[in-house]
């Protein structure tokens, strides 16, 4: 494969220059706001003190700047230290009545660090008295985490002397976690004496976030002996974010002893996103010396996601030069992918040189998940154009309407866009797309929308998706039962009744068994009563009606053992009677005998 040489971004000393110069100007900014603005003399009780009056509305008071500058500013960048404390109670106490919280917090809680150790108890009463849960949680835990770094006992027991305190309390775990970055074995002590040992997890944990921050791989030593998964993954995932650039190798170490193999290629990518942040080079030559071709795969994935975001001609070269096919064709997916990003119509461009075949394909799926969120229309025209017809070019198409579509009403480009293609796989796909996106905000339409595709499996699924919606979200069994009732006998009323049947069985099965004995006896309601059996394990007694339904042998057999065995649980005896009774083969019988007694 011959790289295409696209036009380069700008350089990475360039770009580095650019980002700090931004950043320059936002703290810039920042000083300039928390400098050259103090708080009211109305919000702050204290500047009238110091000028001798105060005027102007007490909406204007807030940010209004004072009467005698020598005193409220000392330097361009804070306002009047002295008063930090008043100021900042003011301000808190405003933004609790305003409604503008969630907006100003962040600038808030940078002026606690100006506050000394003897200012926190009584900050902490005003906190505990504001109204706003957004504001007062936040702000908080702010200041526990502070206040913990110099005084952890007294930060403790100002949560403790709270009402209702449990031992897993959010707050006494933002002590801890400030307590750990200063002084980590002294609130591990703590934990392990004054908690008990069912309740400590969750302490711990707050005791590896603040340790991390100062040695995260005594931290992870900690964390790999708790038990857990769902929280320990998410400290697991802070823990790599610290550990990765230092030390990769621990980073690997750690991950294999946390014992979470679920997440195990997922934490294993990102320590390979941030390696290869770091260093390309370095990255590509630790992925070259891995033994797992697994592990090798994810992290040349990085390396080219790396390379695409900064340089996309040396990407380019580096995909086509892997030797092996398979792995150069994924790596298509994830160069187009993050090369999109930032440059679809380059991307496009590319693509559109690489031959026929899976490599295109792989790049033309890549290109498709950055560039159809920003122009569904630009991709669907390039995925039709520049593939060949088939289950890709398909695939793809659903996958751009599934963007376009709109989920509260159906988008009349997208369906306009439809409406030109020759009937066919083509539209079918981008049809269905449309009905399952749709089927979120409107399964009525949704509904509409599938009937217009051939049946078949594309329609089968898209019915599926309306049943899901239509039942389980929007809790309308009946309509959705009403709804498939109006289509024409055949294929297509078949796939939507058992749509309808799987997914409201899972809320009412004793209304599904109602609504299936009002059906034709046919081969529409033989495929609802399949697709019913296969969910009403929790009714037993009604599953076991409809079990002769199933036409194939061994699907029907299958159900039958699964009836005995939810049944033999709340009705051993009905079971058994009702065992003897099915086409069941006699060993069968006598097996699933055996196991019940």
Known sequence: MNP???????????????????????????????????????????????TG???????????????????AVVSPFFPNLTNILQAFEARARQLDSSGRAKREIPLLTPLMVLLSTNDYPELWTTLKNLHTAELRDELQKRLLQLWSRQDPHAALKAVQSLANVEPNDWRINAALSGWAEKEPDSALAWVKKALPGAQQNGALLAVIEGWSNQDPKSASQLLVTLPGRGDKWV??????NKLAP????????FLDQTGLSDYRDQGFAFIADVRAAGSVPDTLSWANNLSSEKDKQVALRAVVSRLASTQPEEATAFVSSQPDSKQRDELAGTLAQTWARQDPLSTSWWVSQLPDGRLRQEAAAGLERSWAPQDPEATANFVLNSLPPGEART??????????????????????????????ADHDGFVAGMSQTLADGDPGQAASLAVGI???????????????????????????AAWSATLPPGPTRAAAQAAVARDWAIRDPAAVDAWLQSLPADDARAKAAEAYVSIAGMRPDLA????????????RNDQIETIVHQWSKTSPDAAQVWLQQTTLPDERKAALLRVAQ
């Open 4 to 50: 295409v040489r696209p036009t380069p971004l700008p350089g990475g000393r360039i770009r580095a220059a650019l980002f700090f110069a931004a950043l320059g100007l936002c703290c810039y900014a920042l000083g300039f706001l928390l400098g050259h603005r103090t708080f009211g003399a109305r919000e702050a009780g204290v500047l009238q003190s110091q």
């Open 53 to 71: 009056s105060a005027s102007g509305p007490a909406d204007e008071q807030s940010l209004s700047p004072p009467d005698d500058s020598s005193q």
């Open 235 to 240: 400290a697991a995932m802070s823990l790599l």
């Open 246 to 253: 230092l030390d990769p190798n621990a980073s690997l170490n």
């Open 395 to 424: 695939a793809l198409l659903k996958d751009v309407a599934q963007n376009w579509a709109g989920r509260q009403s159906c988008n009349p480009a997208a369906m306009a866009w439809a409406n030109q293609l020759p009937a066919g």
């Open 454 to 480: 051939a049946p078949g499996e594309l329609q089968s699924e898209a019915f599926r998706m309306v049943a899901t919606f239509w039942v389980l979200h929007y809790d309308d069994g009946p309509d959705a």
């Open 544 to 555: 076991a009606r409809w079990v002769d339904s199933i036409a194939d042998e061994n699907k």
